[in-house]
């Protein structure tokens, strides 16, 4: 939390909050005075954010500051779904989206997919495919400021309209992830809150398949194996855990 404050990454402190509310509300560990406290610290935090990247002094130039903030609100927000019609109306077309980057984004970052599908997975973690897709936005004639074109635009511009059947696989994932997360399995307590985040964030990137994803699920992965080794059956077969 205060690295992402620190750095000024709202695609990972924005989720990261909604993860948070969504353990907090579903396990009833917060009453609604201190739920609300939560949202206006969360609020107070992005608008430090917005001010940390415009480098405006809210006090010195506090009609300025809004006017940067509201557009900022707006740009990554209603003006993603105009970067998504530009990319349905054949308009907008981004360098990379041919070589499936923007279907599982964190497999840019893993060296074996590269060697083993260098053709698909043509993008690696050194390539700043972000950067290139302000230019992209410039070239179709867009304020290039802001390049969100929503989680269905970037798989659009991918699969076309064979992009329905990644999304239905998409629902089945969240389908398991929630019923895992509602049985208070492992896996599903720590990956679906931040998959629920992504979804609020649809309007965004593909975030559920960001970089970060793999570190959920390595976390994961690490908790439900230390889990085992302190949990053995008894006689009466219930499960004790050692603390």
């Known amino acids: 939390l205060i690295a992402t404050t620190l750095l000024a990454t709202r695609f990972l402190l924005v989720p990261f909050a ?3 509310f969504v353990i907090m509300i579903f396990f009833k560990k917060v009453d609604f005075k201190k ?3 939560l949202i206006i610290i969360f609020i107070s935090l992005l608008i ?16 300025k500051s809004i006017d940067l903030i509201v557009k900022q609100i707006m740009g ?9 019609a ?21 497999l840019s970052h893993i060296p074996i997919f590269h060697k ?14 972000t950067k290139q897709e302000f230019v992209d936005v410039a070239v179709a004639s867009l304020n290039e400021n802001y390049i969100w074109a929503t989680l269905y635009g970037y798989i659009a511009s991918t699969l076309g309209w064979a992009s329905v059947v990644y999304f239905y696989l ?17 896996f599903g307590i720590i990956i679906y809150p ?27 992965i690490v908790i439900m194996f230390w889990n085992s080794l302190f949990t053995f059956n008894i006689v009466s077969n219930e499960k004790v855990r050692i603390r």
């Open 116 to 129: 083993i599908l260098p053709n698909f997975f043509g993008v690696d973690g050194t390539v700043d495919v």
């Open 18 to 20: 909604i993860s948070l």
């Open 170 to 186: 998409l629902g089945l994932l969240y389908g398991i992830l929630w019923k895992q997360f509602k049985n208070q399995k492992i």
């Open 76 to 84: 990554y927000t209603i003006a993603s779904y105009n970067r998504l």
């Open 194 to 220: 931040w998959a629920y985040a992504c979804l609020i964030l649809v309007f965004s990137l593909n975030l559920l398949f960001m970089p970060s994803f793999i570190s959920f699920i390595y976390s994961a």
């Open 35 to 37: 739920f609300i406290l």
């Open 86 to 106: 530009a990319i349905l109306g054949s308009k907008l077309h981004f360098t990379y989206e041919n070589t499936g980057f923007y279907l599982f984004p964190a």
């Open 48 to 63: 430090l954010i917005a001010w940390l990247r415009t480098g405006v002094g809210i006090t010195a130039h506090s009609d």
